[in-house]
């Protein structure tokens, strides 16, 4: 098989990090393309003694970190500066993309007792978070209820509970959230993602989507969200994406 072959599934995934690295599509998708046009240059210089989903995402903070430090026009200056923080991305190292501390610290460049010690750290840096409002758009009532505890016990309010795209649009004007976590399918055969649509059309806000089915919208084909989980999820990886989705939507302009 060739190596595009064995690269081919990680890549949608690998655009869920580079988004939330980066927090925004844009500038996420663009960071994935760089890095595949750099391993299709020189293959030979793929990692041969790791897994090959790990290589990739080596690939592309090495991208990353080379863009950061020449200031590069395809990367927004805005972001590099923003990303003080290792801990950030420790943090999604471990709790959204699933790396072991090991993994992560080859990755980073560091040992596994450092990613524990950033992991750490961004886990505080949340605990001092501003707290927002948020609108929970979800039809299975297990599942919102998980969310609607975990946004509490965040220190987050919860504005509603909406389970169709009538609903969701409706409270969302009533009560303007400072955040959303959406699914995609909703109770009526609606869509989470054409409710958020019409919800940001009046107000300016971060989206997370939580969905079954993360490739349908890791495609870099079209407008596609920046922040993305999958069901069915960790609890510590929607407090990961949260924070993050916070993070520059109070940090930087938006995309």
């Known amino acids: 098989m060739t190596l ?19 927090g925004l599509q844009r500038v996420g998708d663009e960071l994935v ?5 750099a391993i299709v240059a020189a293959p030979n210089a793929f990692p041969r003694d790791v897994d090959r989903r790990l290589g990739l995402y080596a690939a592309l903070i090495r991208q990353w970190e080379e863009q950061c430090e020449q200031n590069a026009d395809n990367v927004s200056s805005v972001v590099c500066d923003r990303i003080t923080h290792r801990s950030r991305q420790a943090l999604l190292l471990t709790e959204m993309e699933g790396f072991t501390p090991e993994d992560a610290a080859y990755l980073m460049g560091c040992d596994r007792a ?17 707290p927002t409002s948020v609108l929970i758009i979800e ?10 505890n975990l946004v509490t016990d965040l220190g987050h309010r919860v504005t509603g509970i909406a389970v169709t795209h009538l609903e969701a649009v409706a ?5 303007p959230p400072g955040l959303v976590l959406a699914d995609i399918r909703l109770a009526d055969e609606s869509s989470g993602v054409e409710a958020v649509q019409e919800i940001l059309q009046e ?10 089915y993360p490739e349908r919208l890791l495609t870099g084909e079209r407008p596609e969200p920046a922040f993305l989980i999958t069901k069915p999820f960790q ?11 916070l993070y520059f939507n109070r940090s930087m302009p938006a995309d």
């Open 4 to 22: 595009g072959r064995e690269l081919a599934p990680h890549l949608p995934f690998l655009r869920r990090y580079a988004r939330a690295l980066t």
């Open 235 to 245: 609890r510590a990886t929607i407090k990961a994406a949260i924070s993050q989705a």
């Open 203 to 212: 107000l300016d806000l971060p989206v997370i989507f939580i969905t079954a």
């Open 171 to 175: 409270a969302a004007r009533a009560n």
């Open 33 to 37: 393309r760089v890095s595949l046009e």
């Open 114 to 130: 450092e990613v524990e010690r950033l992991a750490a750290e961004a886990c505080t840096e949340i605990e001092r978070q501003t």
């Open 139 to 148: 039809d299975e009532p297990m599942i919102a209820m998980d969310l609607d």
